[in-house]
Protein backbone atom coordinates (compact mmCIF):
# COMPACT_ATOMS: atom_id res chain seq x y z
CA UNK A 1 0.00 0.00 0.00
CA UNK A 2 1.29 3.45 -1.27
CA UNK A 3 1.64 6.50 0.88
CA UNK A 4 1.00 7.69 4.75
CA UNK A 5 -1.67 6.48 6.56
CA UNK A 6 -2.67 4.13 3.65
CA UNK A 7 -5.64 2.39 4.51
CA UNK A 8 -8.32 -0.50 2.73
CA UNK A 9 -11.75 -0.65 3.30
CA UNK A 10 -14.58 -2.60 2.29
CA UNK A 11 -17.85 -0.91 1.11
CA UNK A 12 -21.36 -3.05 0.12
CA UNK A 13 -23.74 -0.89 -2.05
CA UNK A 14 -27.05 -2.61 -0.84
CA UNK A 15 -29.26 -3.92 -3.15
CA UNK A 16 -31.29 -0.36 -3.32
CA UNK A 17 -28.51 1.10 -4.41
CA UNK A 18 -28.37 -1.21 -7.60
CA UNK A 19 -32.19 -1.19 -8.09
CA UNK A 20 -32.31 2.61 -7.74
CA UNK A 21 -29.46 3.22 -10.74
CA UNK A 22 -26.97 4.74 -8.24
CA UNK A 23 -24.08 2.10 -9.11
CA UNK A 24 -22.54 5.07 -10.72
CA UNK A 25 -23.66 8.08 -8.64
CA UNK A 26 -22.10 6.45 -4.85
CA UNK A 27 -18.80 5.25 -6.83
CA UNK A 28 -18.46 8.57 -8.57
CA UNK A 29 -18.20 10.40 -4.82
CA UNK A 30 -15.38 7.79 -3.68
CA UNK A 31 -13.16 8.17 -6.74
CA UNK A 32 -13.41 11.80 -6.40
CA UNK A 33 -12.43 12.40 -2.96
CA UNK A 34 -9.55 10.34 -4.22
CA UNK A 35 -9.95 7.10 -2.98
CA UNK A 36 -9.07 4.49 -5.12
CA UNK A 37 -10.44 1.12 -6.69
CA UNK A 38 -8.53 -1.88 -5.19
CA UNK A 39 -11.34 -4.48 -5.93
CA UNK A 40 -15.64 -4.35 -7.64
CA UNK A 41 -17.29 -7.08 -8.13
CA UNK A 42 -21.18 -6.99 -8.97
CA UNK A 43 -22.18 -10.54 -6.30
CA UNK A 44 -25.97 -12.37 -6.28
CA UNK A 45 -26.14 -12.04 -1.59
CA UNK A 46 -26.73 -15.45 -0.51
CA UNK A 47 -28.32 -15.59 2.68
CA UNK A 48 -25.36 -17.44 3.91
CA UNK A 49 -23.22 -14.34 2.87
CA UNK A 50 -25.16 -11.78 4.20
CA UNK A 51 -25.54 -14.10 7.40
CA UNK A 52 -22.01 -13.87 7.63
CA UNK A 53 -22.09 -10.04 7.05
CA UNK A 54 -23.81 -9.01 9.79
CA UNK A 55 -23.64 -11.35 12.27
CA UNK A 56 -22.48 -8.77 14.75
CA UNK A 57 -26.47 -7.80 14.80
CA UNK A 58 -28.19 -11.24 15.14
CA UNK A 59 -30.49 -11.13 17.26
CA UNK A 60 -31.57 -7.73 17.53
CA UNK A 61 -35.16 -6.53 16.29
CA UNK A 62 -34.08 -5.37 13.36
CA UNK A 63 -31.82 -8.38 12.34
CA UNK A 64 -34.45 -10.12 10.29
CA UNK A 65 -35.13 -7.38 8.19
CA UNK A 66 -31.88 -6.39 7.16
CA UNK A 67 -31.04 -9.80 6.06
CA UNK A 68 -34.13 -9.62 4.12
CA UNK A 69 -33.26 -6.51 2.40
CA UNK A 70 -30.29 -7.95 1.42
CA UNK A 71 -30.58 -11.87 0.89
CA UNK A 72 -30.66 -13.21 -2.65
CA UNK A 73 -30.46 -9.88 -4.52
CA UNK A 74 -28.11 -7.97 -6.27
CA UNK A 75 -25.14 -5.93 -4.47
CA UNK A 76 -21.72 -4.71 -5.33
CA UNK A 77 -18.82 -5.64 -3.18
CA UNK A 78 -15.94 -3.17 -3.26
CA UNK A 79 -12.11 -2.40 -1.27
CA UNK A 80 -11.06 0.89 -1.24
CA UNK A 81 -7.83 2.25 -0.71
CA UNK A 82 -6.45 5.73 0.57
CA UNK A 83 -5.63 8.00 3.10
CA UNK A 84 -7.19 7.11 6.57
CA UNK A 85 -9.80 5.43 4.07
CA UNK A 86 -12.06 3.65 7.21
CA UNK A 87 -12.85 7.51 8.74
CA UNK A 88 -13.16 9.57 5.18
CA UNK A 89 -15.92 6.44 3.96
CA UNK A 90 -17.87 6.26 7.01
CA UNK A 91 -17.95 10.00 6.54
CA UNK A 92 -19.13 10.48 3.40
CA UNK A 93 -21.19 7.79 3.23
CA UNK A 94 -23.34 10.06 6.68
CA UNK A 95 -25.45 8.70 10.08
CA UNK A 96 -26.69 5.07 9.86
CA UNK A 97 -30.22 7.04 9.90
CA UNK A 98 -30.37 8.17 6.51
CA UNK A 99 -32.99 10.80 7.80
CA UNK A 100 -30.59 12.12 10.57
CA UNK A 101 -27.36 11.63 7.65
CA UNK A 102 -26.28 15.17 6.96
CA UNK A 103 -27.33 16.65 3.19
CA UNK A 104 -23.72 16.15 1.04
CA UNK A 105 -23.53 13.05 2.82
CA UNK A 106 -24.22 9.51 0.82
CA UNK A 107 -27.20 8.61 2.75
CA UNK A 108 -28.37 12.39 3.70
CA UNK A 109 -28.37 12.74 0.07
CA UNK A 110 -29.95 9.50 -1.41
CA UNK A 111 -31.68 7.26 1.46
CA UNK A 112 -34.21 7.54 3.62
CA UNK A 113 -35.14 4.60 4.83
CA UNK A 114 -33.26 3.07 8.01
CA UNK A 115 -33.00 -0.42 7.17
CA UNK A 116 -32.29 -0.57 4.01
CA UNK A 117 -29.43 2.87 3.97
CA UNK A 118 -28.30 2.31 0.77
CA UNK A 119 -24.49 1.56 1.63
CA UNK A 120 -22.60 -0.48 3.74
CA UNK A 121 -18.86 0.44 4.82
CA UNK A 122 -16.39 -1.28 7.61
CA UNK A 123 -16.27 0.90 10.80
CA UNK A 124 -12.59 -0.33 12.00
CA UNK A 125 -9.54 -1.95 10.51
CA UNK A 126 -10.61 -5.44 12.47
CA UNK A 127 -14.13 -4.99 10.25
CA UNK A 128 -12.34 -4.90 7.36
CA UNK A 129 -10.17 -8.06 7.82
CA UNK A 130 -13.50 -9.74 8.72
CA UNK A 131 -15.41 -8.37 5.59
CA UNK A 132 -13.66 -8.06 2.51
CA UNK A 133 -12.83 -11.76 2.94
CA UNK A 134 -16.98 -12.77 2.60
CA UNK A 135 -16.39 -11.63 -0.65
CA UNK A 136 -12.96 -11.66 -1.87
CA UNK A 137 -9.22 -13.61 -2.40
CA UNK A 138 -6.48 -12.26 -1.22
CA UNK A 139 -5.08 -13.41 -4.54
CA UNK A 140 -7.63 -10.63 -6.31
CA UNK A 141 -6.22 -7.77 -4.10
CA UNK A 142 -2.45 -7.11 -6.06
CA UNK A 143 -4.14 -4.92 -8.91
CA UNK A 144 -1.73 -2.01 -8.28
P1 LIG B 1 -23.82 1.19 9.84
O1 LIG B 1 -24.30 0.49 8.57
O2 LIG B 1 -23.99 2.68 9.75
O3 LIG B 1 -22.46 0.75 10.26
P2 LIG B 1 -24.84 -0.47 12.02
O4 LIG B 1 -23.59 -1.29 11.93
O5 LIG B 1 -25.23 0.06 13.36
O6 LIG B 1 -24.82 0.76 11.01
O7 LIG B 1 -26.07 -1.35 11.50
C1 LIG B 1 -25.94 -2.15 10.35
C2 LIG B 1 -27.16 -1.98 9.50
O8 LIG B 1 -28.30 -2.46 10.21
C3 LIG B 1 -27.50 -0.53 9.15
O9 LIG B 1 -26.76 -0.07 8.02
C4 LIG B 1 -28.99 -0.64 8.85
O10 LIG B 1 -29.17 -1.22 7.55
C5 LIG B 1 -29.43 -1.65 9.88
N1 LIG B 1 -29.91 -1.02 11.12
C6 LIG B 1 -29.15 -0.53 12.12
N2 LIG B 1 -29.92 -0.06 13.13
C7 LIG B 1 -31.20 -0.25 12.75
C8 LIG B 1 -32.47 0.01 13.34
N3 LIG B 1 -32.58 0.58 14.54
N4 LIG B 1 -33.59 -0.33 12.65
C9 LIG B 1 -33.51 -0.91 11.44
N5 LIG B 1 -32.34 -1.21 10.83
C10 LIG B 1 -31.20 -0.88 11.47
Known amino acids: MAGEDAERTFVMLKPSCV???FIGEV??????KGLRIIQLKVVKMSREKA???YKVHYGKPFYEGLI???AGK?????ILEGRKAIGVVRRLIGATDPAEAQ???IRGDLAINLTDN?????DSPESYQREY????????LQTY
Open 133 to 140: RIFFEDEE
Open 103 to 105: PGT
Open 74 to 78: TVVAM
Open 68 to 70: NVI
Open 27 to 32: ISRFER
Open 51 to 53: EEL
Open 118 to 122: LVHAS
Open 19 to 21: EKG
